[in-house]
């Protein structure tokens, strides 16, 4: 962000740290002393939509501009985003994702791969890409007017996960407009195990059907294929049993999602020269899907017994 071309006098950069415990204070406390325009903010909460709404409050500028983690931004990113917000008439923009392996690892590469295909991720278009200017129904992290949060209040905190779908599609829902920018592009690192990608996108559908109460609708409707894959795989793995049409076609259904994935594997292994992919896209698609369709799941049952939405944190 230091090489951003945006005048640094008319910028500035608040951390909001959610209690630390490793030397990130340290180290963003070394660049406050060297920029006056970087600041260290305590977030006491620790989760994600407390930062948030603490680095809204204790903002100046007009211009609001999240920026997360795992990210490598361009030079531009500021002041582009800042001139299509006012180009535009929007009231949020955004970048597309360039997703990209943590490591050089077969398995890496499948994740980032997994992370960006529309069978892994849907219609997502920041995650897939698009090819001019368009509206979308939400964009990584945000630059927004600072008069949408004085219209439509803050980040939902009961959110820990998915706070900006939620937001995005209340912003939406009062008539305002987002815009994906697809010349400007985010280096997103994906996660670099199968269990951290499981987690990942296990609380992204915990908090779905939380999302979708206190909208009062879906805010998608691709959010519910994973459930409807996870649920399909148990109820027909118990109906099969009991008649040979219900098995073959319980077979069928898995033999295509296993033949989509190496077909995907077969042509991303052409690309990088790594057979293994081959075999390995059909095991990260299906742990994607089963992994957001067991939140999905649990996030229900949550809502229906009135439970508490409670997950670690990431600081």
């Not at 803050?154 to 407009?177: K, P």
């Not at 996870?230 to 069928?252: E, P, R, T």
């Not at 992919?277 to 089963?290: E, R, S, T, W």
């Given at each position: 962000m230091l090489g951003q071309d945006?005048?640094?006098?008319?910028?500035?950069?608040?951390?909001?740290?959610?209690m630390s415990t490793d030397r990130?204070?340290?180290?963003v406390s070394d660049y406050t002393a060297k920029y006056n325009h970087i600041?260290?903010?305590?977030?006491?909460?620790?989760?994600?939509?407390?930062?948030l709404n603490e680095g809204i409050r204790r903002s100046e500028g007009d211009v609001v501009m999240r920026i997360d983690g795992h990210c490598i931004y361009p030079d531009n990113y500021v002041s582009t985003l800042t001139r299509y917000l006012h180009e535009l008439g929007a009231d949020n923009v955004g970048a597309v994702w360039n997703t990209v392996a943590a490591r050089d690892t077969t398995v890496c590469h499948a994740?980032?791969?997994?992370?960006?295909?529309?069978?892994?991720v849907g219609g997502s278009k920041h995650k897939?890409?698009?090819?001019?200017?368009?509206?979308?129904?939400?964009?990584?992290?945000?630059?927004?007017?600072?008069?949408?949060?004085?219209?439509?209040g803050l980040f939902d905190t009961d959110l820990t996960r998915n706070q900006d779908d939620e937001f995005n599609a209340r912003l939406t829902n009062h008539g305002g407009s987002i815009y994906l920018i697809p010349q400007l592009v985010i280096n997103y690192t994906a996660r670099?195990?199968?269990?951290?990608m499981c987690r990942m996108y296990f609380q992204y559908g915990l908090f779905k059907p939380l999302v979708n109460k206190k909208l009062g609708h879906p805010a998608t409707i691709r959010q519910f294929f994973p459930m409807l894959f996870l649920l399909g795989i148990i109820i027909g793995g118990i109906l099969s049993c009991f008649s040979d049409i219900i098995l073959w076609m319980y077979a069928a259904v898995l033999a295509l999602h296993m033949f989509i994935g190496m077909a995907i594997g077969c042509k991303s292994a052409a690309r990088l020269k790594r057979p293994l992919l081959v075999l390995?896209?059909?095991?990260?698609?299906?742990n994607i899907?089963?992994?957001y369709g067991y939140g999905y799941l649990a996030g229900i049952y949550k809502i229906v017994m009135n439970k508490k939405f409670n997950v670690k944190s990431n600081r």
């Amino acid at each position: 962000m230091l090489g951003q071309d945006y005048p640094s006098d008319d910028m500035e950069i608040l951390f909001v740290d959610g209690m630390s415990t490793d030397r990130t204070r340290d180290i963003v406390s070394d660049y406050t002393a060297k920029y006056n325009h970087i600041k260290l903010i305590d977030n006491p909460q620790h989760t994600v939509p407390y930062a948030l709404n603490e680095g809204i409050r204790r903002s100046e500028g007009d211009v609001v501009m999240r920026i997360d983690g795992h990210c490598i931004y361009p030079d531009n990113y500021v002041s582009t985003l800042t001139r299509y917000l006012h180009e535009l008439g929007a009231d949020n923009v955004g970048a597309v994702w360039n997703t990209v392996a943590a490591r050089d690892t077969t398995v890496c590469h499948a994740i980032a791969i997994a992370s960006s295909h529309p069978f892994g991720v849907g219609g997502s278009k920041h995650k897939i890409g698009v090819k001019e200017i368009t509206t979308t129904d939400t964009v990584p992290f945000g630059c927004y007017r600072r008069e949408v949060f004085d219209k439509i209040g803050l980040f939902d905190t009961d959110l820990t996960r998915n706070q900006d779908d939620e937001f995005n599609a209340r912003l939406t829902n009062h008539g305002g407009s987002i815009y994906l920018i697809p010349q400007l592009v985010i280096n997103y690192t994906a996660r670099d195990t199968i269990g951290k990608m499981c987690r990942m996108y296990f609380q992204y559908g915990l908090f779905k059907p939380l999302v979708n109460k206190k909208l009062g609708h879906p805010a998608t409707i691709r959010q519910f294929f994973p459930m409807l894959f996870l649920l399909g795989i148990i109820i027909g793995g118990i109906l099969s049993c009991f008649s040979d049409i219900i098995l073959w076609m319980y077979a069928a259904v898995l033999a295509l999602h296993m033949f989509i994935g190496m077909a995907i594997g077969c042509k991303s292994a052409a690309r990088l020269k790594r057979p293994l992919l081959v075999l390995m896209m059909p095991y990260v698609f299906a742990n994607i899907h089963l992994s957001y369709g067991y939140g999905y799941l649990a996030g229900i049952y949550k809502i229906v017994m009135n439970k508490k939405f409670n997950v670690k944190s990431n600081r």
